[in-house]
């Protein structure tokens, strides 16, 4: 169900407005060259941080006494082409062109959107959350750092890469 709202000043996108979130995080680095959402995707999970298995693995061990879905982590493997309506690894792709594309996952506990956006060669990572109940707010407590310093090196790990 593609809804989304734009981020003031760019080409983001984010699950509501602002003041309705329950984790906003926008990340940015320059890059040498023009890139698509689809490529910066690719690059960013041919070389997966090491601990982000065992990460998601914990994840999905602990969700599902709760009774939330498992999502597994990333596979690692590059597409060519993705559309609207099919999944990257976890997430469904709920947008997508040349320098947008917007990632979703909706669980009972919390809705999040990932937009990976490019513009004048400013390749921004923006993640956005609303939680639902007390999990979801519980699950955020170690997640919202975690998963920032997780996208942050991500970036500059892209950004070496493509120097």
Known sequence: MYSSFPVDGSNARIL????ELSFYCPQSVDVPRDITPLQV?????AKPLPFLKTAFLIRDKVSA???VKQIGGFE???VDQVEVGEKLDFFLV???DDQVMLLTERDKHLDVMTCISVQDRQLTIT???RTHNAFGRLYMIPVAPAHKLIVRTML???QKAMA
Not at 16 to 19: D, E, R
């Open 41 to 45: 995707w690719n690059l960013m999970m």
């Open 156 to 158: 500059n790990r892209l």
């Open 65 to 67: 006494l709760f009774g």
């Open 76 to 78: 690692r493997r590059a």
């Open 16 to 19: 509501a407005p602002q003041s």
């Open 94 to 96: 709920e947008y997508i």
């Open 127 to 129: 993640s956005s959350v």
